[in-house]
């Protein structure tokens, strides 16, 4: 297996701008995770999913930002309009049943600029 | 309140001292504990969990009820070390309460 795949690994977008990221988890992985990383605020989980239903989304900041999971194979995560501020380095993790901790894939660099 | 401690932002250690990167947690129940790494510009990796009881890369974390900690340890540091450790607890759900985070610098 891959592990968690992320793309793209850097984004670069004007403000205002729609942005779009992307997850593939490990095969076989029920729960599905988006963490937002920053200097200031550290590890912050925005939005998780179980067997492909939102079950937290109290993490997301702002209605700017949502969240997708239309298969087992797939998320994604939808910023529009960005902003400056959302300039983060995006996590993507994916665990099965019976906490043996999270598989996390290598991010995606967003810089609004 | 759930919550995950970290005290120190940064430390530094020279090359074959011990190391102890510091975690405190908050919380009632019983918890599952997690210590992640990540070097740089890499994605974070799984290092321990308490309920393995494994020594991974020579760190062992010892779960204290009592004192609610899950300090991380190391006898000799070493270069490649060097990395931010993440201390990490699972409150019941899937959802984990991440630390803030220590930077380890090992010093040659």
């Known amino acids: 297996d891959a592990g968690v795949i992320q793309s793209p690994r850097h984004e670069v977008t004007e403000m205002g701008q729609e942005v779009t990221l992307r997850c593939k988890p490990i095969?076989?992985?029920?729960?599905l995770f988006w963490y937002r990383q920053t200097m200031m605020r550290g590890l912050e989980l925005l939005i998780y999913?179980?067997?492909?239903?939102?079950?937290?989304d109290s993490g997301m900041p702002e209605d700017r930002f949502s969240a997708k999971m239309p298969n087992a194979s797939f998320s994604t995560l939808k910023i529009q309009p960005s902003e400056p501020r959302d300039s983060a380095v995006y996590f993507c993790a994916s665990s099965m049943t019976g906490n043996y901790g999270y598989t996390f894939g290598s991010g995606t660099r967003l810089t609004v600029v | 309140a759930q919550r995950v401690t970290q005290p120190e932002k940064l430390l530094s250690v020279f090359k074959g001292a011990p190391v102890e990167l510091k975690c405190n947690y908050s919380y009632s129940g019983s918890p599952e504990l997690f210590w992640y790494v990540q070097y740089s510009r890499q994605r974070l990796q799984l290092l321990l969990r308490h309920i393995s009881r494994e020594s991974i890369k020579g760190f062992t974390a010892d779960l204290n009820k009592g004192e609610t900690s899950f300090h991380l340890k190391k006898p000799f540091a070493q270069e490649e070390d060097s990395a931010m450790y993440y201390c990490a607890l699972a409150s019941g759900t899937y959802k984990y309460i991440f630390g803030t985070g220590t930077r380890l610098k090992v010093l040659a």
């Open positions: 095969s076989g992985h029920d729960y």
């Open positions: 999913f179980n067997n492909n239903v939102p079950i937290d």
